[in-house]
């Protein structure tokens, strides 16, 4: 061997030294066989996952399987990847300890030299954290939604009823009596008004937490 293919080559090797540095201190990474068995889980795998190599290692994808993707979701990532094609997701998982953490997945399927799949590759990205602020945005709206509900059914009857009474009092001449059961309805519906924005205090209150 020359020696300018002997730099080369040491070139080459620490660059892809440095590139499993890079992966193993921000992606979490693993491999498996054709059948999904961990063959390779780094230690940032392992720092998310909390469990440690020998315990992932032969186990499937299964064990940090969150329950919350349907059959279908998983059955459409095998027939992607099986057919040699990378699928990229969301997924959700569960760590030992039980906690949830989400990743955002790519698995590329490894090849031999007649591009026959040996094993495939998971690249994995943690996004717990945009994940919790996309769920928080989606509560927010739905109780947005809440709210209009609540402001149309509980604010507006109290104030249409005030209105008619008022209109009432226009259109014609009252006597004491009249006057007396008008006033009567009014305080009635102002009281309606006042427990509604009471009530909806509350529920804002509560969406700011």
């Known amino acids: 061997m020359s020696e300018i293919s002997t730099i080369a080559l040491f070139d080459s090797l620490q660059i892809l030294k440095a590139y499993e540095q890079a992966i193993d ?9 054709i059948s999904g068995n961990i063959v390779h889980a780094n230690h940032k795998f392992c720092e998310i996952s909390k469990y440690t190599s020998s315990e992932v290692m032969g186990q499937k994808h299964s064990i940090i399987n969150s329950g919350y993707h349907p059959k279908e979701f998983f059955l459409d990532m095998w027939r992607t990847i099986s057919q040699g094609k990378v699928w990229h997701h969301e997924i959700k998982n569960k760590a030992k300890d039980g906690s949830y953490y989400w990743v955002d997945t790519v698995i590329v399927p490894i090849k031999d030299e007649g591009f026959k799949v040996t094993h495939y590759l998971s690249l994995r990205t943690l996004i717990s954290k945009r994940k919790e602020l996309e769920e928080k945005k989606e509560k ?24 008619q009474q008022i209109n009432y009092l226009d259109q014609k001449e009252s006597n004491k009596k009249e006057l007396v059961q008008i006033a009567g309805n009014i305080k009635q519906s102002i009281l309606e008004l006042q427990n509604s924005v009471n009530d909806l205090s509350v529920f804002i209150r509560e969406m700011e937490k």
């Open 25 to 33: 201190a921000n992606i979490i990474c693993s491999i498996t066989d």
């Open 140 to 163: 927010y709206l739905s109780s947005l939604e809440v709210l209009l509900v609540m402001t149309s059914n509980t604010v507006k009857k109290p104030l249409a009823d005030c209105l």
